[in-house]
């Protein structure tokens, strides 16, 4: 099981909008509309941020939003802050009942 | 309020074992699947292995297929990951996660326990 592939890193101006992409094959990403997105900052657990694709749990800001096309799910920040700077990991659940992680993206606020 | 605590980390040889524990307090436990997830230090997250509420339903990662068992005891609140033969690579912080109800994603996760694998 390889993880999925995401750029190692993204970086936008305050109040821009970046994306994060998320590749994998026909047995994860492909298979399911089961994408989800995950926020960690450093020396703490990871925070979902979408799931299913595009849903949002409750409390997330309406400035991230998640889409998939093919074998590739997307993560958009809008509106770029200061507190979005840190580490996001894409994930997805499997054929093979097994769940995976992306490699991870580095968002910097510049 | 949810809340996942994981212990039993630390230091250990080569091809030598360690159980780790989560134990889980402020939700119906038995109805919840819960995850273990790795972190190595300073690298990205990787899924290791869930287990149903049930505790008969079970799914493992290659990379610890046939070395880690996942078990649970609902009379405790607890979920284990007996780990054996384990690796240098098998180093690093292992959470224990609550997958959503019905869904298919983890919805919280615990602080870590640190596993070091190392002579």
């Known amino acids: 099981q390889f993880a999925l592939t995401q750029p190692a890193s993204v970086s936008g101006s305050p109040g821009q909008s970046i994306t994060i992409s998320c590749s994998g094959t026909s047995s994860d990403v492909g298979a399911y509309n089961y994408v989800s997105w995950y926020q960690q900052h450093p020396g703490k657990a990871p925070k979902v941020m979408i799931y299913?694709?595009?849903n949002r749990p409750s409390g997330v800001s309406n400035r991230f939003s998640g889409s998939k096309s093919g074998h590739t799910a997307s993560l958009t920040i809008s509106g770029l802050q200061a507190e979005d700077e840190t580490d996001y990991y894409c994930?997805?659940?499997?054929?093979?009942?097994?769940?995976?992680f992306g490699t991870g993206t580095k968002v910097t606020v510049l | 309020e949810v809340q996942l605590v994981e212990s039993g980390g630390g230091l250990v040889q080569p091809g030598g074992s360690l159980r780790l524990s989560c134990a889980a307090s402020?939700?119906?436990?038995?109805?919840?699947?819960i995850h273990w997830v790795r972190q190595t230090p300073g690298k990205g997250l990787v899924w290791v292995s869930r287990i149903k509420g049930d505790g008969i339903n079970t799914n493992y990662a290659d990379s610890v297929k046939g070395r880690f068992t996942i078990s649970r005891d609902n009379a405790k609140n607890t979920v284990y990951l007996q780990m054996n033969s384990l690796r240098a690579e098998d180093t690093a912080v292992y959470y224990c996660?609550?997958?959503?109800?019905?869904?298919?994603?983890?919805?919280?996760w615990g602080q870590g326990t640190l596993v070091t694998v190392s002579s």
């Open positions: 994930s997805s659940y499997t054929t093979s009942s097994t769940y995976v």
């Open positions: 299913d694709v595009s």
């Open positions: 996660a609550r997958g959503a109800y019905g869904l298919y994603y983890i919805d919280s």
């Open positions: 402020g939700f119906t436990f038995s109805s919840y699947w």
